[in-house]
């Protein structure tokens, strides 16, 4: 009874050491939302920002949209199939009744990966979130200009029009172009980044927000 018991315990252990050495990509980030998710409650039906990490560090979304129920689950580093991946646990859940979208900037600084790579992730993710949401208003906000990523940025480029072409031709959707607006005389803005060159300052979310504003939809 003794070595059954220690078996058990060892395969147990065996098991335990072997998920944790093979977890998905940003799987103890979403525990995490879906512990805190447990200990607050979430808006009902809220404006769903979802994306890579400029979502998840935009510190105030949910205050300067506070009359949209914005909900903010953004997972910092995703790529375009990490959300895909993740659907399940940070935006079906939530029952959103619109989806901010910003993800793929990440995805094309892989050498391997092309606008057309881009182009089919997010077409994958779009079908992924129109199976269980057929009718949810999306808004794609475009790859944005970040001075680190100066040398992708024909792809970032070439990306977002592919986006946008696909776009036009799905219901209930929106392409927000950032693009230009985070540009002066063709050239990347530092005065609108941190240090690193690619996450945001206020001055950069300012910019945000007065784009995405207009295509939120209110209760």
């Given at each position: 009874?003794?070595?059954?018991?220690?078996?058990?315990?060892?395969?147990?252990?065996?098991?335990?050491?072997?998920?944790?050495?093979?977890?998905?990509?940003?799987?103890?980030?979403?525990?995490?939302?879906?512990?805190?998710?447990?200990?607050?409650?979430?808006?009902?039906?809220?404006?769903?920002?979802?994306?890579?990490?400029?979502?998840?560090?935009?510190?105030?979304l949910?205050?300067?949209?506070?009359?949209?129920?914005a909900?903010n689950?953004?997972?910092g580093?995703?790529?375009?199939?990490?959300?895909?991946f993740?659907?399940?646990?940070?935006v079906f859940?939530?029952?959103?009744?619109?989806?901010?979208?910003?993800?793929?900037?990440?995805?094309?600084?892989?050498?391997?990966?092309?606008?057309?790579?881009?182009?089919?992730?997010?077409?994958?993710?779009?079908?992924?979130?129109?199976?269980?949401?057929?009718?949810?208003?999306?808004?794609?906000?475009?790859?944005?200009?970040?001075?680190?990523?100066?040398k992708?940025?024909?792809?970032?480029?070439?990306s977002?029009?592919?986006?946008?072409?696909?776009?036009?031709?799905?219901?209930?959707t929106?392409?927000?172009?950032?693009?230009?607006?985070?540009?002066?005389?063709?050239k990347?803005?530092?005065e609108?980044?941190?240090?690193?060159?690619?996450?945001?300052?206020?001055?950069?979310?300012a910019?945000?927000?007065?784009?995405?504003?207009?295509?939120?939809?209110?209760?």
């Amino acid at each position: 009874m003794k070595k059954s018991l220690l078996l058990i315990a060892l395969i147990s252990l065996f098991i335990s050491k072997s998920f944790a050495q093979n977890k998905p990509p940003f799987w103890d980030d979403v525990q995490t939302i879906k512990k805190y998710d447990q200990l607050f409650k979430t808006p009902v039906n809220p404006v769903l920002f979802v994306g890579s990490s400029s979502i998840r560090k935009w510190d105030d979304l949910t205050q300067v949209f506070a009359k949209y129920n914005a909900l903010n689950r953004g997972i910092g580093g995703a790529v375009i199939n990490d959300i895909t991946f993740y659907l399940n646990d940070v935006v079906f859940p939530y029952q959103p009744r619109q989806i901010v979208l910003y993800v793929g900037e990440n995805d094309i600084v892989n050498d391997n990966v092309t606008a057309d790579t881009v182009l089919n992730r997010t077409k994958a993710l779009f079908k992924a979130i129109r199976a269980k949401l057929p009718n949810t208003p999306i808004a794609y906000i475009s790859i944005k200009p970040s001075p680190s990523r100066d040398k992708f940025r024909a792809k970032a480029l070439a990306s977002n029009e592919l986006i946008k072409q696909f776009l036009s031709g799905e219901q209930n959707t929106s392409f927000i172009d950032i693009f230009p607006q985070m540009l002066k005389d063709g050239k990347s803005r530092n005065e609108l980044f941190v240090g690193d060159m690619l996450h945001m300052n206020a001055e950069g979310y300012a910019i945000w927000q007065k784009a995405v504003k207009p295509y939120l939809i209110k209760k």
